[in-house]
């Protein structure tokens, strides 16, 4: 049995990713009507994946067969979406973020829990393999004491007329909301809650509202420290997006890994014990090992998730909660950006 979903928000994400991964690999969901206020952006996704039902408004989507929605609308529309779908009744998996606000977004929990309705956020990078195996290798204790990570998630995205991304009433902040959001998750999924943080949030190279320049320090409840780093001003190329990850014990240093692909490169390195000290600090080791998965489809992963949960079985490691706490988190972020300086979640 297959749960049945239907899309809001069908040209952008959704078409690039979601939608052709669901149709290809999905094994518990199916995808049988779309919604988006973009009539062309429309048929081309009916068009392309040949998923015939489409709507031009959330109320007709909301009126088909279905048991739950995917909404990859803008940011603003979340909240009001969200909330139109739970009060009919229908499961949700929302995209980063939430909502604009955290209050917005708490409200959102509280109806999904009143209305009996399950209810995710799309953080698919905690469905990346790699990613997986580090969160067991820093459990199983392989790094010793966490004691600092490090997430990167940049692009370069210039000026466009009309982009939703670019002003904080349409999309809630820049870099940091659009980018950062999955750095902060994956690493308090990795190290646990944080604590404090410090921001250095800028606008320095492009003609918008929107933070293009965001460095954010951390200090996580466990004692470790970390920091995340997000940019639209450096160019895709140049961005390996670089996951890093030590302990007393070794340490993994990942490229790639972040992002919407499935895959990356991983190197490790795991110390039997702590230890002693070394005048003459060594820097090369030949205990690096590379580590070597099977990639697998970040965005079906995800859905099946959530569509497991709705046919009763186990709550998704991405449950709305994540999506509220990561709201927490970086509206903590902005206020340091602003009053500048350490602010505790
Ligand atoms: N997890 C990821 O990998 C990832 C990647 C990109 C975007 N996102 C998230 O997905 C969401 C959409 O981002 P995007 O890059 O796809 O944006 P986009 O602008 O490329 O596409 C958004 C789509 O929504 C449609 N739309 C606009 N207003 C709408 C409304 N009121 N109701 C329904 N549809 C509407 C547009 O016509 C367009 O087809 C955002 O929340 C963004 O943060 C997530």
Redesign the pocket.
């Known amino acids: 049995m297959k749960v049945r979903w239907g899309v809001?928000?069908?040209?952008?994400?959704?078409?690039r990713?979601t939608i052709p991964e669901v149709l290809r690999f999905a094994e518990k969901s199916a995808i049988i009507a779309l919604?988006?206020?973009?009539r062309e952006?429309l048929s081309a996704a009916a068009a392309a994946f040949g998923i015939p039902r489409v709507h031009l408004t959330?109320e007709e989507l909301l009126r088909e067969d279905i048991d739950a929605v995917y909404i990859?609308?803008?940011?603003a529309?979340?909240y009001t979406?969200t909330k139109q779908a739970l009060e009919a009744g229908k499961h949700v998996l929302c995209?980063?973020?939430l909502a604009l606000r955290v209050e917005e977004a708490e409200e959102l929990l509280e109806l999904a829990e009143k209305n009996n309705l399950k209810f995710g956020v799309?953080f698919?990078m905690r469905y990346n393999v790699y990613h997986e195996r580090i969160k067991e290798f820093i459990d199983e204790g392989k790094l010793g004491q966490p004691v600092f990570a490090r997430a990167q998630l940049t692009c370069f995205y210039p000026p466009i007329p009309g982009a939703?991304r670019q002003t904080k009433a349409t999309g809630g902040g820049g870099a940091l909301t659009?980018m950062g959001c999955h750095c902060v998750d994956l690493l308090e999924w990795f190290f646990g809650e944080i604590r404090e943080v410090f921001g250095f949030l800028d606008t320095i190279t492009h003609a918008y509202e929107v933070e293009d320049t965001s460095t954010v320090l951390l200090k996580f409840r466990n004692g470790a420290q970390g920091f995340v780093d997000n940019f639209f001003n450096v160019p895709d190329e140049a961005a390996r997006n670089v996951l890093e990850v030590y302990g007393t014990k070794g340490a993994i240093v990942a490229q790639h890994t972040i992002g919407?692909d499935p895959g990356g490169e991983v190197w490790c390195l795991f110390l039997e014990e702590e230890k002693g000290y070394d005048a003459l600090q060594k820097r090369v080791s030949s205990s690096w090992q590379k580590l070597e998965l099977e990639p697998k489809p970040l965005y079906a992963r995800e859905v099946d998730a959530m569509s497991a949960w709705i046919l009763g079985g186990e709550k998704p490691r991405i449950g709305a909660e994540a999506g509220l706490r990561n709201m927490k988190v970086l509206a903590a972020i902005y206020r340091s950006a602003a009053e500048k300086r350490a602010v505790a979640v």
């Open positions: 809001i928000g069908a040209g952008g994400i959704a078409r990713r919604m988006d206020v973009d952006a959330v990859a609308s803008p940011v529309f979340h979406q995209e980063k973020p799309a698919m939703w659009d919407q």
